[in-house]
């Protein structure tokens, strides 16, 4: 992995191979770690899901106390502060299988990652030492209190104020937090307020039996019922001067930089979510029968199946990739000096603009695979009796937390184009190289050797699409570029897909390498229809986008470019969906 790229720096560099990560490398201890989830969950969490979304009584509080009797919910926790400690790829893994337990997930995101990692990344020996053990083993659980009724995609325009007590032992806290997910169980809250009159938050970590602290009643949601959400109210809160967490002005800084981890490691919950909405899909559509044949004999349903399938490995080669990206990361700026903490926080956010792609491409397959696999259910998809019914309910709220898919849209081309203007990213050398390339008289270049040559080749073609389209709206569009967001989502989509292409390229061609073509030929039939699709969502992503700036010749030229830039060699869908969708079939279950 020594060759692994700095984070976005996909859209203007090749990737070896042999140097992603991919799932099916899983180690036996990683395999093992992946079981005993599964087995939790199905096992302690899906015989009582029903009882869950009704909010039975300390039933959630229970799950994650055992939970925590078995090591998962300190998986990032260091063994000295009473975790495993595992690397950060591991960490993934296990969110992905705990996702499959429905609002359990939600309740075990909440507490490990937004609970728990402000305090584990930013916190003082002291004040880790006090808390850290007890929310690793489950006899504590954890909330994080950033939004309010008038701050949500604006965090930093939180309301929340914190004033320093005369005899300067206590903040005293005042406001108002909204959404609080394990709200009303919670014993510890990480809560972002300002200082004074400060135009920047800070972080405290506030106990939740203090004086002063009332909730409302639970939010009654569309889905994730059995997900606690509650109203969190301060009303003149004494916060101990040494539970500051950081420096005053730190938090919104942390409040973000824990936003990425959250994204990734939603990406990586998704995932989970999809693989088991799509085998209930799959194995109804086995055992349903109508005109006489089982359903999953038809190419209507075969078509889903298949697509399910193509857009869960796409997400999961992407996930890992960068997971590993990010272990990788870690482990070099370990060796350079710095403590796992700071090392970790600096890792993942060098990856930050594909922790965000992940959590939007990661979301919206999830959508697709439960709507889809619902579909299949027919009536009996619509019949609260079915759990595809939850899954389809539980789905939607990962568009919204953690971040908007439309603020990680927003976030992605933001971040990109920062690294380029600070210098960091060369975005515009190979922009001005395809701006003269459009200019010269095209070549017909040979397509490269190999099963995906043809696909590596349309891959250049994309980054091609994406230089051409973000360097012209950067020169022509120049201050008021950040206000032209319709630009900016298309670009950001045109990225997305570059990403899923190039990292389920990256795998199947690994693949290809350890085990033969004969035996990757269904997951060749996936990354060649996605590449296939992926060539015409950028052509018509860049169309909007270039018709939305340029206009005359310049927009001729460079309409003429974005068509070779997305050229793609014949390839029959139907056959390659088919094969796919026969392999899950057979298998009665997702199966890669
Ligand atoms: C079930 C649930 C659990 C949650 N758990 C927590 C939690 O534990 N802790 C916590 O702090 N928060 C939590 N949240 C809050 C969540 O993070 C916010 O709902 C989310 O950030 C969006 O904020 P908002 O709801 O105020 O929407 P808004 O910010 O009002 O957004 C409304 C719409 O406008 C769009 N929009 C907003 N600004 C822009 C812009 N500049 N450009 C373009 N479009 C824009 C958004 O994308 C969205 O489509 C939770 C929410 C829910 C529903």
Same mark, same amino acid.
């Given at each position: 992995m020594k060759n692994a790229i700095k984070g976005g720096e996909f859209l203007i560099k090749s990737t070896d191979p042999n140097d992603v990560f991919i799932p099916e490398n899983w180690s036996e201890e990683e395999r093992m770690i992946a079981q005993m989830c599964d087995d939790f969950i199905h096992t302690e969490v899906i015989p009582v899901v029903e009882r869950m979304d009704k909010m039975e009584d300390g039933l959630m509080p229970s799950l994650l106390e055992k939970a925590g009797e078995l090591g998962m919910l300190g998986m990032s926790v260091p063994e000295e502060l009473g975790g495993m400690g595992v690397d950060f790829k591991t960490s993934l893994l296990a969110t992905e299988r705990l996702a499959m337990g429905f609002s359990f997930s939600v309740a075990y995101g909440a507490h490990t990652g937004i609970g728990t990692l402000p305090l584990l990344y930013y916190g003082n020996e002291a004040q880790k030492q006090k808390y850290i053990p007890k929310l690793a083993s489950g006899e504590w659980k954890a909330a994080y209190c950033l939004t309010e009724p008038g701050s949500g995609s604006d965090? $930093?325009?939180?309301k929340t104020r914190a004033k320093l007590s005369e005899d300067g032992k206590y903040y005293v806290l005042n406001g108002q937090k909204m959404w609080i997910t394990n709200g009303g169980f919670a014993n510890f809250f990480t809560v972002f307020a300002k200082i004074d009159d400060d135009d920047t938050l800070s972080a405290f970590l506030v106990e939740a039996d203090s004086e002063g602290i009332s909730l409302n009643p639970e939010e009654k949601k569309?889905?994730? @019922?059995g997900s606690s959400t509650r109203q969190v109210f301060f009303n003149n809160v004494k916060v101990p001067v040494? $539970?500051?967490?950081?420096?005053? @002005?730190n938090g919104f800084k942390i409040a973000l930089n824990i936003l990425n981890i959250g994204r990734i490691k939603l990406a990586a919950g998704v995932m989970g979510a999809s693989k088991q909405a799509m085998t209930t899909g799959i194995q109804y559509a086995n055992e349903r029968e109508q005109f006489g044949r089982a359903?999953? @004999?038809?190419g209507a349903i075969r078509y889903k199946i298949a697509e399910q399938a193509i857009r869960t490995y796409m997400v999961e080669a992407a996930t890992y990739r960068a997971g590993q990206n990010i272990d990788d990361a870690i482990h070099a700026l370990m060796d350079a000096g710095l403590s796992k903490a700071e090392a970790t926080l600096k890792g993942i956010e060098q990856f930050a603009p594909e922790c965000a792609i992940l959590k939007v491409a990661g979301s919206e397959a999830l959508d697709y695979v439960v709507d889809e696999a619902l579909q299949i259910h027919g009536g009996m998809g619509y019949s609260a009796e079915s759990s595809i019914e939850r899954s389809y309910r539980d789905s939607r709220i990962n568009r919204i937390f953690e971040g908007t898919n439309e603020i990680n849209r927003l976030l992605t081309v933001d971040m990109i184009l920062k690294r380029a203007m600070k210098g960091e990213l060369d975005l515009m050398g190979p922009a001005m190289k395809v701006a003269s390339e459009l200019m010269s008289i095209p070549e017909t270049p040979e397509v490269p050797e190999g099963t995906l040559g043809a696909e590596f080749q349309a891959l250049e073609g994309f980054k091609k699409a994406v230089l051409m389209v973000a360097g012209s709206a950067v020169q022509k569009l120049m201050q008021t570029m950040a206000k032209e967001q319709e630009v900016l989502m298309n670009i950001s989509d045109m990225a997305i897909q570059i990403y899923l292409a190039e990292s389920g390229l990256l795998r199947v061609q690994q693949l290809i390498n350890q085990k033969g073509e004969e035996a990757a030929k269904v997951q060749i039939a996936m990354v060649k229809t996605f590449v296939y699709d992926a060539a015409d969502k950028i052509n018509k992503y860049g169309k909007d986008a270039l018709h939305s700036f340029a206009e005359g010749d310049e927009l001729r030229m460079m309409m003429m470019g974005m068509k070779r830039f997305t050229k793609t060699e014949h390839f029959n869908p139907k056959e390659a969906r088919q094969l796919i969708a026969q392999t899950l079939i057979d298998a009665n279950q997702y199966c890669f």
């Open positions: 965090a $930093n325009g939180a569309m889905g994730i @019922k040494e $539970n500051l967490l950081s420096e005053r @002005k359903i999953s @004999k038809y």
